[in-house]
């Protein structure tokens, strides 16, 4: 046993979302659909035996699989979760903590059906998993009113999530509930809508930050980001930029869709000039890095560093594509993933009427490897 917590999570962290119900972090997940999430609301959650074990859990010297997440962005020395609550003052003995880092996400309404996301983030996928799966429902929507009784006053992070917040109502309702606070508030966005009215929402908090959520540029964009449209995307990004300047970055979610095909997007990503991180995918481990046969990662590799030694490479975006190649190597091949992978994209191209073998020449060669 440890002799203090792994994480302070479960004592000054949340995650709340109304279609899997509450955990003391977003990033944590056991891979089940919900996330291992307690269902039920705020209020039920914090007198759960859910949460009592969760902190016995953080003195155990076997850490769960669950926290992946902070694991590897440590072993690539990266910012994680984990690090950023650790700086905190605890009392591990106490149940009165308040809320130093809470994300927020009013539920799954989204306008795109990402290949690598889940019903309980999307809607659009929601749709997709009752009309192909016969399902009358996905999950069960948890009533989320008593998060405007959490007290905030120590907050200090406050994140906002989908779902897509922009083009959810209730995301407004919560931004006009914490806008006069001090809180450091993230909103990650697909970037589909860049309406003045929501752009004059945002504009309401004190400290903003704006993560863009996107995976790559043209068909492998579309590809993987279904419902969104590159063209008219990269305009959006860049009126982001126009009006929110250096307080926007780019989140990529590396996947073994836009990762094995990184050489053909990348550079048309940078062109930009927005920062930029990437995190692998957790879940579904359908699209784990992990199904791409090392060969091809090593060749995404090779690409990177002959673009890292380019002249007109600049020192922000070197450090960017570093980061990648230390997630290329950290994820190594495994047959399991890559079966995994197969049979996800058989049934999405069948759903869809799509066919991956289009987007890239080298998706025929890793699905039967």
Known sequence: MRDKPYC???????AYESSVGCKPCCEYHDGSPSGSSFRGNHKDYVKSNYLKNFKKMMYEDEIDGGCKVCIDAERIDNFSTRRRLGVYNVDWNSTDNKIIKFDFRAGNKCNLSCRMCHPESSSMREEEEIKFNNASSV????????????????????????????????????INHVKDFNIHVIVTTNATNASDK????????????????IDATGDANDFQRKGSDWKELKKNIIKYKKEFKNQ?????????INFAMLDIWWEELMELDIPVHSSAVVYPMSYSLKAIPDEYKDDQIKWLENWISKESTIFRQKKEAKEAIKMLQMNRYDKKYNESFKREVKKMDDWR???????DYRFEEILNA
Not at 161 to 166: A, C, K, M
Not at 248 to 256: E, F, H, R
Not at 353 to 359: V, Y
């Open 198 to 213: 929501w752009f004059d929402s945002l504009k309401q908090l004190k400290k903003l930050s704006i993560w863009l959520s």
């Open 8 to 14: 302070n999570a479960p004592w000054i962290g949340l």
């Open 248 to 256: 926007i970055k780019i989140q990529i979610t590396a996947s073994a």
């Open 353 to 359: 009427n799509e066919n991956i073998n289009d987007l």
């Open 139 to 174: 999950f069960k929507v948890e009533d989320m009113s008593d998060a405007y009784d959490i007290d905030l006053s120590k907050c200090v992070e406050l994140s906002i999530l989908g779902g897509e917040p922009s083009i959810d109502l209730e995301v407004r309702k919560w």
